[in-house]
């Protein structure tokens, strides 16, 4: 990424430019009054309504064409001085966007306490700095994900090659023919199962209004999901208690599919062998949470405000099994549907619930 930064002549010149605008619209406001209050003193002293007690009118002239022209400069050069000081934090503030633009996300606005105890100034600088490093983490995420991704998407690419390869020169037995045969499949759903994902995600992501609502079983979605992982579960052995009895809800049955597969998939995925996963839905009157609950390591507070994040893989031991975008589906369905997720871990026991409303 080419990184452009703000050239120190290129800075000073905005801050001597704006310091020039700023200085001529107060020169021009004082000008103005100067010139109305010089207008209405020489046509007051005129009539006789006010008396200067100088001699004569031209005196009266001279005094306040001098007066004014003083002014004028006196004004103008104390503005100029006096008008650069307060501009200081927004020509810092330009310089640092432009780098941002730029693509340094490491760009950052310091002052000194002085500077900065304003209020207004501090919420910009607080703004600025937060947003920057907000970006700085996504490019993070972005760069680890494109990298993490190249590399899982080549790796299955590979082994189907080698395997196509061996196959195809003949000489093997039936059994070597049918464990390659099954490595091929296996690699295969691996890439359309991450191809998807990404697919999902984007589909998600540019879809601002729910459609295709219908009402359904939402218990029967869920024990549907739990037998879509079957193969998961068997092999870790793991132990499923489904407490969801017979509910009903109004939503897009196809997303609300997505939320329980990759919910369900994540708790047995990060549990230890032969423990236990907890599915239970409770009722209320306008609303439905549904809670997926598994034990396994713990999640730190840090990780959590982040779990949701695009890219984002709390356990990287795992990142070879997914590709941190399935908890970011989730969250962007939630919203879709006008509900909400939390998270909570503690104990070795995370806890995922999605709180719905029951009808759109």
Same mark, same amino acid.
């Given at each position: ?36 209050? +010089? ?24 005094l ?42 490491k ?10 105890? @304003?209020?207004a ?5 607080? !703004? ?27 790796t ?32 295969s ?107 396994? !390591? ?10 949701f ?6 356990d990287?031991? @795992? ?30 026991? +995370?806890?995922? +619930? ?7």
């Open positions: 990424m080419k990184i452009i930064n703000l050239k120190p002549k290129s800075s000073r010149k905005l801050r001597l430019s704006m310091t020039v605008y700023f200085s001529l619209a107060i020169f021009i406001i004082q000008a103005i009054s100067i010139v109305i209050a +010089t207008i209405l003193a020489y046509v007051f002293s005129s009539v006789g309504w006010i008396d200067f007690g100088l001699p004569s009118m031209p005196d009266l002239t001279e306040l064409i001098f007066m004014a022209i003083s002014s004028l400069v006196i004004g103008f050069s104390v503005a100029f001085l006096t008008v650069k000081y307060p501009l200081k934090p927004f020509t810092v503030l330009i310089g640092q966007i432009n780098r941002l633009a730029a693509g340094d996300y760009a950052r606005v310091q002052f000194g306490k002085r500077m900065d105890s @304003h209020p100034v501090k919420d910009v600088i607080d !703004s600025f700095n937060t947003m920057a490093e907000e970006l700085e983490g996504v490019e993070m995420l972005r760069t680890d994900f494109i990298n993490n991704f190249s590399h899982e998407f080549k299955p690419i590979v082994s189907i090659a080698g395997f196509a390869k061996l196959i195809k020169r003949g000489n093997l037995t039936e059994e070597q023919k049918s464990e390659y045969i099954d490595i091929i499949e296996e690699e759903l691996r890439l359309a199962e991450m191809a998807n994902n990404v697919l999902n995600l984007t589909k998600v992501e540019n879809q601002l209004i729910l459609t295709d609502v219908s009402k359904f079983n939402l218990s029967e979605q869920i024990r549907g999901a739990v037998l879509l992982l079957e193969n998961k579960w068997v092999k870790k052995n793991t132990i499923l208690n489904l407490d969801v009895g017979e509910v009903e809800i109004e939503a897009n049955e196809e997303l609300l599919k997505q939320i329980w597969i990759n919910l369900i998939d994540n708790a047995i995925k990060f549990s230890p062998n032969g423990a236990q996963v907890e599915i239970k839905i409770i009722e209320k009157e306008n609303l439905l949470s549904v809670s997926v609950i598994n034990s396994g !390591s713990y999640i730190e507070d840090d990780e959590l405000k982040k779990i994040n695009k890219f984002y893989q709390a990287t031991s @795992h990142s070879s099994e997914g590709n941190g975008i399935g908890l970011a589906i989730v969250k962007k369905i939630i919203e879709l549907h006008g509900g909400e997720i939390s998270v909570e871990s503690s104990n070795s026991v +995370t806890e995922f +619930t999605v709180f719905l409303p029951k009808t759109q």
